[in-house]
């Protein structure tokens, strides 16, 4: 009890100058805070100065003035504190600077031992064509990222812009020879290098006003002469529409610049540069990967795996799109705004873009959250696509499942699993189970009003595929037409007349109403031809006529027989019926165009008179002296 005593003695004498001390504390990081946001401000306040620096107007004699001797004085100092500079860099880069040589020599090498593989691929084929400007690029961008996050002028920084650039631009020309986009590319790094040169030397500012009209000018004369180039040569639209942005944006820089606004004229025109450089390097990536990833999936031991096997080109294909999408989203578009100063740095960009959002009652909603949402529905349509083909190609198939009943496992899985993605979607948003209950029960009241007819169709189509009163195939009767069944979907189903033609039919209407289903026990289907003989034709040879025009026909089932009736004495014609069974429903016109053209050819032979209408004319109340005179021809009475 003493000790207890004596220790809380201890920290009362203590505890004063501890809370004095914390107060400081407190009172410095408020300090640091302030001096912190005052730094933030006089930032933003520097940069908006430079966007809006007004320099003399190059058509003015101020501007003209400025060409004196003093201005060569300055480029040649420039130019001596670059030197300087570049002494200093090596000493402190200098080890990744021999790595990035090393590693450029390695990647050549590899390239071009490699080359007759990556030939093989038709996405990588363009690095087996240009080995030597592969490995460069390779080299100079990996070890980019090993240096200080800060632009060094230097003459290195120069030399790595005119590597990578060429490289690059070589890369470009392998993938896309002799057009437009090759041009692009090469013009461009032209002026990157030369950019990147007026910033190692430390160019004056009338020269550097100079070469941005320069550069600018030429830039808009491409633009605008492959913009009518595209319209000639029926380009794509994109790329028309791209090329004139590209010619009006460049020619507010010209005149910006000429009119003085020489801060805001160079601020556009490097983030133009820088943004236009970063979407080409984007395209590049974005296709050496897809080419990687339809390499794992074609040759590894992924493509012989049963749940794979016969779903590689989907895989492919919607992952591949993933990817873009997701790069496009979480690099190129922060990468955008980081370049035109939206954001400090990238990290930044990102994390602002994902924390967009608005308030949904007491929930919020970001953009990163929809994202995730976004992917996770993609995933689920992935996933069903791939077990779909799965379960109709590997599963059902080898257990010897009816086409009509894999299709309908088939459609529901896809369902189960869409219906599953949509609620992990909702989860991923935050939405809590009760939440979606009141959802749901809302979505409930929304139907039970307004989505009557949708409900009901869907209902429909799950009776249609569980009780297959109507499979894929089957021809059915509409209204005098016959049709064949193409398609069970979610909401109607598809039909397609003999004349072609797709007719679309809510699967209420083929639940509720009476359909003529010829083919859902057997696609065998009766014809009945009637025909109408003259009078006084032998009845016994015109029903042994009749039974040898079926005898030859392989499309005519052999039982039941073919068989004739004589049914009547018509007012103009004995008339009969040949029936017969018709192998597969899809003859049946077919058939029919058969038999009549071999009962025609066979009543000629035959010299069978088909009847034609007859009728006997009385006359009475006639004169008898019109009567009794003979009937004369030709023209004259």
Not at 184 to 211: E, K, S
Not at 431 to 457: C, H, M
Request: net charge positive; glycine share 8%.
């Amino acid at each position: 009890m003493v000790t207890i005593d004596k220790a809380l003695e201890i920290v009362n004498a203590h505890l004063g100058s501890m809370l004095t001390t914390q107060e400081k504390a407190g009172n410095i990081q408020a300090k640091i805070i302030a001096i912190r946001a005052k730094l933030d401000a006089m930032i933003l306040a520097a940069r908006s100065g430079v966007r809006v620096n007004i320099s003399p107007p190059m058509f003015s004699s101020r501007y003209f003035s400025q060409y004196s001797s003093e201005l060569w004085y300055a480029f040649q100092k420039g130019l001596a504190k670059t030197l300087w500079i570049d002494r200093r860099f090596f000493d402190q880069q200098g080890l990744i600077v021999f790595f990035q040589v090393l590693f450029s020599l390695f990647a050549i090498v590899v390239v071009y031992r490699k080359r007759h593989a990556l030939n093989d691929s038709q996405r990588w084929r363009f690095l087996a064509t240009r080995p030597f400007s592969a490995g460069l690029f390779f080299g100079t961008i990996a070890c980019m990222l090993f240096y200080e996050y800060r632009e060094f002028q230097t003459t290195w920084s120069l030399i790595l812009a005119i590597v990578g650039g060429i490289s690059f631009a070589r890369l470009i020309g392998a993938l896309y020879p002799a057009s437009w986009k090759s041009q692009l590319v090469y013009g461009l790094t032209i002026v990157y290098i030369l950019t990147r040169l007026t910033h190692v030397i430390l160019l004056p500012l009338p020269l550097i006003r100079l070469y941005t009209v320069l550069a600018a000018l030429a830039g808009l004369v491409f633009c605008l002469r492959w913009a009518g180039e595209g319209g000639r040569q029926r380009a794509s639209g994109v790329y028309r529409w791209v090329l004139r942005s590209g010619a009006f944006f460049l020619a507010f820089i010209i005149v910006a610049e000429i009119w003085g606004k020489q801060g805001l004229a160079e601020f556009l025109f490097i983030s133009l540069l820088r943004s236009t450089a970063s979407v080409l390097f984007l395209m590049l990536f974005m296709y050496i990967v897809r080419g990687f990833l339809e390499w794992i999936f074609r040759n590894l031991s992924l493509r012989q795996t049963a749940l794979f096997y016969g779903n590689t080109d989907i895989i492919i294909r919607r992952v591949t799109l993933f990817f873009d999408v997701a790069i496009c989203g979480f690099i190129l578009l922060p990468g955008i705004l980081f370049i035109w100063e939206a954001y400090d740095d990238l990290s930044g960009a990102i994390k602002g873009l994902l924390s967009l959002g608005f308030n949904l009652g007491d929930h919020r909603i970001t953009l990163g959250l929809v994202i995730i949402s976004a992917g996770i529905l993609y995933g689920s349509f992935l996933a069903s696509s791939i077990i779909q083909k799965f379960l109709m190609d590997q599963v059902l198939v080898k257990r010897r499942v009816e086409t009509g009943v894999r299709i309908s496992i088939a459609r529901l899985v896809h369902y189960v699993l869409i219906f599953v993605g949509f609620v992990v979607a909702l989860l991923a948003l935050g939405f809590e189970f009760t939440k979606l209950t009141i959802i749901l029960s809302a979505l409930g009241v929304g139907i039970g009003f307004g989505l009557q007819g949708i409900v009901n169709n869907f209902v429909s189509g799950l009776i249609l595929l569980f009780e297959r009163p109507v499979r894929v195939g089957d021809f059915i009767e509409l209204g005098e037409k016959w049709a064949e069944i193409k398609k069970i979907g979610l909401r109607a189903t598809t039909v397609q007349t003999f004349d072609q033609a797709d007719v679309i039919i809510p699967n209420a209407d083929l639940v509720t109403n009476q359909v003529i289903n010829w083919t859902l026990s057997n696609r065998r289907v009766r014809l009945i031809i009637p025909v109408g003989v003259a009078y006084g034709s032998d009845i016994s040879l015109v029903m042994e006529t009749l039974i040898a025009c079926t005898k030859e026909n392989s499309k005519i089932a052999e039982e039941p027989a073919p068989q004739v009736l004589f049914l009547k004495f018509g007012e103009s014609a004995l008339e009969f019926e040949l029936r017969v069974w018709v192998l597969d429903a899809e003859n049946r016109l077919v058939v029919s165009s058969e038999l009549h053209q071999e009962i025609d050819r066979r009543f000629r032979k035959t010299k069978i008179e088909i009847a034609f209408p007859q009728r006997d004319l009385h006359l009475r109340s006639v004169d008898e002296s019109i009567n009794s005179q003979p009937i004369q021809g030709g023209h004259g009475s």
